[in-house]
């Protein structure tokens, strides 16, 4: 597993203690409505176990939480792009624009 998916799994403990707090349950209220048991919700919350993404989002719903997934594109090798080519484009776009904003508006002279 990569880092990133390493610190995902790791704050999955503190998140679902932090819901059921929040949410004023009981660890054996939010188990039942849960549908699963208090020993197990423990040992989520504790982080002896790691839930699956589907029980993840069972537990959160029952302590009344909802999720929001945000997904985008992201450019990478075998998109054609590599990152130093996409940076060195967003670096030429940046020196399109003014590095100073002036205190004047220039525009153009129309005839009359």
Do not use: W
């Not at 707090?21 to 549908?35: H, K, P, T, W």
């Not at 998109?79 to 080519?85: A, F, K, S, V, Y």
Request: proline share 4%; charged share 30%; glycine share 6%.
């Amino acid at each position: 597993m990569n880092a990133i998916a390493d610190n995902s799994l790791a704050r999955a403990p503190t998140i679902l203690r932090r819901a059921r707090q929040q949410s004023g349950l009981s660890l054996r209220e939010l188990a039942r409505r849960a549908a699963t048991s208090h020993a197990t919700l423990l040992a989520y919350e504790s982080g002896r176990k790691c839930p699956g993404v589907e029980t993840f989002v069972r537990i959160l719903e029952a302590a009344g939480f909802a999720i929001d997934f945000h997904v985008e594109k992201r450019i990478r090798r075998r998109d054609g792009l590599e990152r130093g080519e996409e940076l060195e484009q967003v670096l030429l776009l940046a020196e399109q624009f003014p590095a100073q904003v002036s205190r004047t508006m220039d525009y153009p002279r129309l005839p009359s």
